[in-house]
């Protein structure tokens, strides 16, 4: 269990300052939704959660160690993207323990893991098949499996239903609360969505152009817009 502490994170690309100091705590077991247009800084920001990028100023804690003093191995956190590059010449069973593999796991270990995690998304049905003969919300399952196995404190997602039809994508945002609410994994979505930050968020962040303009549950931030870019991205019209 881990919560995650931004204190006023900022991030230059060379003399472009594209985050201009983000400060929040997301709780342990709690799902933040980062939601803004497209380009204000919403994957810049989960990736330097993840450590994938640098901070510029500030910093990033999980579980109150700073992220960059936590070798890349060593962090558990997990990563959901929308391009979720599933091996092709694997099968579901073999795409979803490989990082294990990696990892250093023994089969035994893994197969109990990756049986857990396909038992909990509904994928023991599809273990032996590769990529290519599942459905879209399959595969995405498949890339969520892949990050639940390694048991990570914090789960990050950028996008991860962008890819899949409007049908497809209202049914994923229950299954993955649903999993979210049962797993009790620290989570930050970043969606440009309103209406999926809306329906997921315990907590929203409101993003533009790399500031964040209200940070509150979906309907504080509905019913009490604090800024003119709130109101008009999620607020009430009154
Ligand atoms: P979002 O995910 O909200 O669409 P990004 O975090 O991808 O936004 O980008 C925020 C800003 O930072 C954009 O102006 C983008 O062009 C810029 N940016 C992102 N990554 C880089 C990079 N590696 N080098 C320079 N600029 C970048
Ligand atoms: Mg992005």
Redo the contacts with the bound molecule.
């Keep these: 269990m881990a919560n995650v502490e931004l204190i006023d994170v900022k991030k230059r ?2 003399k ?1 300052e ?1 985050i201009h100091g983000v400060t929040t705590t997301i709780e342990d077991g709690e799902f933040i939704v980062i939601v ?1 247009p ?8 989960l990736r330097m959660v993840a450590g994938l990028e640098s901070v510029s100023a500030g910093e990033v804690r999980i579980g109150g160690r700073r992220v960059n003093e936590v070798e890349p191995m060593d962090r558990d956190i997990a990563m959901v993207f929308q391009n979720y590059a599933l091996y092709p010449h694997m099968s579901v069973r073999q795409n979803m323990g490989y990082g294990l593999k990696i990892a250093g796991d023994s089969k035994p270990e893994i197969d109990r893991k990756v049986g857990e995690a396909a038992k909990l998304l509904q994928l023991d049905p599809y273990l032996d098949r590769r990529p290519r003969d599942l459905s879209g919300g399959q595969r995405q399952r498949v890339a969520m499996g892949r990050a639940i196995v390694r048991e990570p404190e914090v789960f990050l997602f950028d996008e991860p239903l962008s890819n899949l039809d409007a049908k497809l994508r209202v049914q994923m945002r229950l299954e993955i609360r649903d999993l979210q609410d049962r797993l009790g994994i620290t989570s930050l979505y ?1 969606t440009h969505d309103q209406v999926e930050a809306m329906t997921m968020a315990d907590r929203m962040i409101v ?1 533009n152009a790399g500031r964040a303009e209200q940070i509150g549950t979906p309907l504080d931030v509905y019913e009490t817009p604090q800024t003119l870019f709130a109101a008009q991205f999620i607020g009430s019209p009154s």
């Design positions: 690309f060379g472009t594209v803004g497209s380009g204000c800084g919403k994957s810049t920001l970043v993003m």
